[in-house]
Nanobody, 117 residues
Framework: VQLQASGGGLVQAGGSLRLSCAAS????????MGWFRQAPGKERKFVGS????????YYADSVKGRFTISRDNAKNTVYLQMNSLKPEDTAVYYC???????????WGQGTLVTVSS
């Protein structure tokens, strides 16, 4: 299973970015997809998840109302739309694949998001 995250970069506070994660090697539409992030010197934290059908999403309180997760099962891709970005959103963002929103067995390599103030 391979997960390839992309779309990171440098953005000013208040701006937007959309991350993508392309998956291969397993039946994408059968699995929950999640996004996590790890800021410098900190632990990796849950950002949000989306069920296999796209019908259920969960978000961390810190991103609720600003970030949106979506998926296109025909393209084997999950997205993270990030709006109203803040400097504290600066982190390496990882996508992950799992059976449920609370357990993931495959991880992507991460893409760096830097939000300048």
């Amino acid at each position: 299973v391979q997960l390839q995250a992309s779309g990171g970069g440098l953005v000013q506070a208040g701006g937007s970015l959309r991350l993508s994660c392309a998956a291969s090697g397993r039946t994408f539409s059968s699995y929950t997809m999640g996004w996590f992030r790890q800021a410098p010197g900190k632990e990796r934290k849950f950002v949000g998840s989306i069920s296999w059908s796209g019908g259920t999403t969960y978000y961390a309180d810190s991103v609720k109302g600003r970030f949106t997760i979506s998926r296109d099962n025909a393209k084997n891709t999950v997205y993270l739309q990030m709006n109203s970005l803040k400097p504290e959103d600066t982190a390496v963002y990882y996508c992950a694949s799992g059976v449920t929103a609370w357990g993931y067995d495959y991880w992507g390599q991460g893409t760096l998001v830097t939000v300048s103030s």
